[in-house]
């Protein structure tokens, strides 16, 4: 049904760099034609010339959706550039980190209805996960149609209130970087134990992966999954003796470097 929507009325996507182009990767081969697609974007990425999308040509007078995926800092002025799509006879939707939905109401008119999402950068190989809200101008159906269109690279989640998304970009946002800090401590640990750098590398991103497909797809919690590897006294519990030691490891570490980031979110969003 979102498709077939868009399919009629068309799409204009406001920026497409990385996570519009993983995001319109995914539209197109779930069946989106390429011919109701309309990119605004300065500097248009090969792969988007070479999609066959509309790009920065004639606009369709009442797109169905007007994604928003430029920088924060383009905000200002790239908003006029779709301010005629304001008022209600569009959906607009943003993956823009750290602009809250007041900003749009206000330069795009107060009868607007806008969802904000939060994907994150495993959306460019379909594993991401989309955190949106809506605002009261939103209906069950624009949130459902928000949510077929972030479903194209990854899960989506919906949250009960906007004040949450500081933590979401805390967490899944800013999540996937403390991950792939995790990949380069763990190969240079192995390092450090003797092992060759390549190795090392090929270890560390190997068994991260592995860890995260077997916690997404088994009945068990993380929890539980970590006792089930844990033999009593063996090489696991030392080293999670270490990882797990209130004070000085994992826990209050992770609890700090989501606190920042969620800080700093609610920071730029108050910029």
Not at 24 to 47: E, K, N, R
Request: hydrophobic content about 45%; some cysteine; glycine content about 12%.
């Amino acid at each position: 049904m979102a498709l077939t929507e868009i399919a009629n009325r068309g799409m204009v996507v406001l920026g497409c760099g990385k996570m519009g182009g993983a995001m319109l990767s995914g539209w197109l081969a779930g069946g989106l034609p390429a011919s109701s697609v309309y990119v605004i974007d300065p500097f248009p990425s090969d792969m988007v010339l070479a999609s066959g999308v509309v790009v920065n040509g004639d606009l369709p007078d009442n797109p169905a959706v007007v994604l928003v995926a430029v920088k924060p800092q383009m905000m200002a002025m790239a908003l006029p550039q779709i301010q005629r799509f304001g008022g209600g006879g569009s959906l607009v939707v943003s993956v823009a980190a750290g602009t809250p939905i007041a900003v749009y109401e206000q330069m795009l008119g107060q009868g607007t209805p806008v969802v904000r999402a939060m994907p994150n950068t495993p959306a460019a190989v379909g594993q991401g996960i989309t955190a949106l809200v809506g605002n009261a101008h939103a209906s069950s159906t624009h949130t459902a149609l928000a949510q077929a269109l972030c479903a194209a690279v990854g899960q989506t989640v919906t949250l009960e209130s906007e004040s949450q998304m500081d933590a979401v970009t805390g967490v899944s946002g800013s999540g996937p970087a403390y991950v792939f800090h995790m990949i380069e401590c763990l190969a240079a640990a192995g390092e450090a134990q003797g092992l060759a750098p390549d190795l090392a590398m090929t270890l560390a991103k190997a068994t991260v992966a592995g860890a995260g497909s077997l916690a997404m797809q088994a009945d068990e919690d993380p929890a539980q999954l970590r006792r089930n590897v844990t033999s009593p006294n063996g090489t696991t519990q030392a080293g999670l003796e270490v990882l797990m030691d209130a004070n000085a490891g994992l826990p209050p570490l992770i609890a700090k470097t989501v606190a920042a980031a969620t800080n700093r979110s609610k920071a730029l969003s108050n910029d």
